[in-house]
């Protein structure tokens, strides 16, 4: 069965600093996509940023970035010169298949610390 | 419209009651989910209509729980005789097809509260 993997319920990291948030995840797909998206207070999601798994590069996107490693199955988030407006719960995603629905880690909860 | 619409935000019932949640997604979105979130939860994968295909149903945890998509447009969530346990944030999310890397746009959600 693919699964999507988050760790870490929750996390804190003072403000200027860099954090990064793990996940780990299951496949048996070559060719697929990851996500990253972000759920502040407002209850919105929204999306932080996505991979493309036959990419070597990993995705930036401003402050935020990947580090994706296809043979360990892991995607983690950095997040540089962490911000108040950053604090929210954070959410791994992932295709069950190519064409298929989308499903989500557990989430890990960022405090940003002033 | 220019987002993924849903209603009601907000809506408390009773204990055995039904309850209808609508989700109006973008514009020639042909996918919609459903998810549902409780507090402080990940999301709950329950239904995903890709345009003529026969909906995946495999996340609706009992057989109270129904929805509906009306062609490639407005999407109904149906909770039967609800329970406590149903309380939680039902999302919906639409994207422009078949997933493949697309991003899917989430709404922001009714709130549901069985007491």
């Known amino acids: 069965a693919q699964t999507v993997t988050q760790s870490q319920p929750e996390m804190s990291v003072q403000e200027a600093e860099t954090v990064t948030l793990s996940c780990t995840y299951d496949?048996?797909?070559?060719?697929?996509?990851l996500f990253w998206y972000k759920q502040p207070p407002s209850r919105q999601m929204i999306l932080v940023i996505r991979?493309?798994?036959?990419?070597?590069q990993n995705a930036t996107e401003n402050r935020f970035s990947v580090n994706f490693q296809k043979a360990a199955k892991s995607f983690s988030l950095k997040i540089s010169d962490s911000q108040l407006g950053d604090a929210a719960m954070y959410f791994c995603?992932?295709?069950?298949?190519?064409?298929?629905?989308?499903?989500f880690g557990k989430g890990t909860r960022l405090h940003i610390l002033p | 419209g220019a987002g993924v619409s849903q209603s009601p935000s907000n809506k408390v019932t009773e204990k055995g009651k039904d309850v209808e949640l609508r989700c109006d997604p973008i514009?020639?979105?042909?996918?919609l989910y459903w998810y549902r979130q409780s507090l402080g939860q990940g999301l709950e994968f329950l239904i995903y209509?890709?345009?003529?295909?026969?909906?995946?149903k495999s996340g609706l945890p009992s057989d109270r729980f129904s929805a509906e998509r009306t062609g490639e447009s407005v999407s109904t969530l149906t909770i039967q005789r609800t329970q406590q346990e149903d309380s939680a944030v039902y999302l919906c999310?639409?994207?422009?097809?078949?997933?493949?890397?697309?991003?899917?746009?989430f709404g922001e959600g009714s709130w549901l509260t069985v007491v």
């Open positions: 995603a992932f295709p069950m298949n190519r064409d298929d629905k989308i499903i």
């Open positions: 999310a639409s994207s422009p097809e078949a997933l493949s890397g697309n991003t899917i746009y």
């Open positions: 209509f890709q345009g003529n295909s026969a909906p995946d």
């Open positions: 991979q493309e798994a036959y990419k070597q």
């Open positions: 496949t048996s797909e070559s060719d697929y996509y």
């Open positions: 514009s020639g979105h042909t996918a």
